[in-house]
């Protein structure tokens, strides 16, 4: 069963001057066709302006297409009475910790989204403890978020959209604005949800080493997919990626140098951890 079913979504943003008259169409979208199945960790990545973000706030129904359908497990994202079904269902996780953070209190702030959909108080308790517990910032709970490193911020605001128990969570750049110590808390967090709490995830990101973790990359250009592999494949084509404005997670990147001169390592190495183990096998050689 598919988790989220785009098909043929197109959309543009439409300008208008004072009289409302059309003054540029933009399309952002142009005839999406993507089926997540359910617990899947798919990477989105694609130059800044190719649709990642407008395709993001279709998941949950903030943008509605202009064309074609989407559908979150099975609920048709265009249907009205389903709106807040599928907001729970999936869930999102923006750029910036500060925007998404309101309460002075850090499980005030993870309670707010559970509270908002009528959670009874008691449940309530139990929900801000788990999600805390998940990302582990159980020990902060009674804290300020304002004193927070911003990994820790963006660790809160993931169990915020934790609390309200969805299966799918959307993660829009949400790594883009820590620290290399930040990012690293978040990935941890975000595949330990992918892998033990069966979260569907969707996780756009311009850090390819991130992307590498992922079980499958879709790369976007000018509101198109133009990739759709695994990491592994979608890597081993550094000349399409670069045609992208892409670069090479950097473990692969420098596989490929070494490559070039003259090391025999094989062409699927993404990932540091790879790297060196077929580094320490060539020296036994
Ligand atoms: P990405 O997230 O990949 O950077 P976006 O989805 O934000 O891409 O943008 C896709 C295209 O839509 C870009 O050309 C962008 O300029 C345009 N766009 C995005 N948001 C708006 C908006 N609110 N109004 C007008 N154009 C927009
Ligand atoms: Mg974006």
Wanted: glycine share 6%; with cysteine.
């Amino acid at each position: 069963m598919d988790m989220i079913k785009a098909q043929n979504v197109s959309y543009k943003y439409i300008r208008r001057d004072e009289e409302d008259r059309i003054v540029e169409e933009i399309t952002a979208l142009n005839n999406i066709d993507l089926h997540i199945p359910k617990g899947q960790f798919v990477a989105v990545i694609g130059h800044n302006g190719s649709g990642k973000s407008t395709f993001a706030k279709h998941i949950n129904a903030l943008l509605l297409p202009f064309d074609g359908k989407v559908f979150v497990d099975g609920m048709d994202t265009s249907d009205e009475t389903v709106l807040w079904d599928i907001r729970k269902k999936a869930g999102m996780v923006f750029q910036n910790p500060d925007n998404q953070i309101i309460a002075s209190v850090v499980e005030e702030d993870v309670a707010f989204g559970p509270e908002n959909i009528g959670i009874e108080p008691e449940k309530i308790r139990e929900r801000v403890a788990e999600a805390l517990k998940i990302v582990g910032m159980e020990k902060y709970a009674k804290h300020s978020p304002a004193r927070l490193s911003g990994g820790q911020k963006q660790r809160v605001a993931i169990a915020g959209a934790l609390a309200i128990l969805p299966q799918c969570l959307v993660f829009d750049e949400s790594t883009a604005m820590l620290d290399p110590v930040g990012r690293r808390e978040v990935m941890n967090v975000v595949k330990k949800l992918n892998k033990e709490e069966k979260i569907t995830v969707i996780f756009i990101t311009h850090y390819m080493e991130e992307a590498a973790m992922a079980d499958r990359v879709v790369v976007m250009d000018r509101g198109k997919i133009v990739m759709d592999a695994a990491p592994a494949e979608v890597f081993a084509d550094s000349e399409k990626l670069s045609a992208l404005g892409l670069e090479l997670p950097q473990a692969a990147q420098l596989a490929q140098e070494l490559r070039q001169a003259g090391l025999p390592l094989c062409a699927d190495i993404i990932d540091t951890e790879t790297l060196v183990e077929a580094i320490c096998e060539l020296e036994k050689k």
